[in-house]
């Protein structure tokens, strides 16, 4: 099947081939940046929220949805990688679900949270835009959502700062990897205007700095459904 390199379906495929290395690195410890900084950070925002219930979409291996689990905290993890989800529940997530966002977006997650959490999953241009519009449907009222993404300043780099697709690469992440995942970036403008079209407004923004660099390790946003 011929995937066109710079889609939200190469994404996914990708990650579909690198799925175990990814479940063995994230388990490791062997992200430096997730050890000192982004893990902790976005722990630490979904539990301010002190939600009794979390939907963690594009949950990976599981990781999130065991710390919060541990922190008491009913937890439903969705990934579109089958084999993620399989590792999620042998790990110990109560309730793993395997759904693409483009299923979410079309109503067939019939649940709502207290929090939705995305921790480094909206890679996409459509899909990410499609289950956006979706998200005041699965949160409670007064409900958050909770997304960590890259910082768009410095995930950059030396390309224009504009929206676009851009090229992924596994750089220091071993030869186990391979076929790197593209990704859509977006600029801090275009990723505020995407969730106030979406019916969603902007409470909060940190910044956790990488204490390497003393740079943006990432941004988190926190935003409620408009009323």
């Known amino acids: 099947m011929n995937i066109e390199p710079l889609s939200d379906g190469k994404i996914i495929d990708s990650w579909k081939h690198n799925a175990l290395p990814w479940m063995y690195a994230v388990r490791s410890g062997d992200i430096e940046s997730r050890r000192l900084v982004t893990d902790r950070a976005v722990l630490d925002a979904v539990l ?21 689990q541990h922190n008491g905290v009913g937890v ?11 590792a999620a529940t042998q790990a110990g997530v109560v309730d793993g679900r395997v759904l693409s966002y483009e299923e979410i977006a079309a109503g067939q997650l019939k649940l709502s949270a207290d929090v939705v959490v995305c921790n480094f999953s909206l890679l996409g241009k459509e899909s990410v835009e499609g289950l956006l519009r979706a998200i005041p449907a699965l949160l409670k009222l007064n409900g958050s ?31 186990a990897f391979s076929d790197a995942p593209p990704w859509y970036f977006r600029t801090l403008h ?18 956790p700095l990488d204490p390497r660099t003393g740079k943006p390790a990432s941004v988190i946003f926190r935003a409620h459904m408009r009323g």
């Open 190 to 207: 275009a990723w505020l205007e995407l969730m106030w079209t979406s019916g969603l407004t902007l409470q909060e923004m940190r910044e």
């Open 48 to 68: 301010a929220c002190e939600p009794t219930t979390v939907l963690d979409l594009g949950c990976g291996e599981g990781w999130l949805a065991l710390a919060l």
């Open 76 to 86: 439903t993890a969705v990934d579109v990688v089958p084999a993620l989800v399989l």
């Open 145 to 175: 959502l909770i997304v960590q993404t890259l910082h768009p300043v410095v995930a950059c780099g030396d390309l224009p700062y504009v929206d676009g697709w851009r090229t992924g690469s596994w750089a220091g992440f071993g030869e």
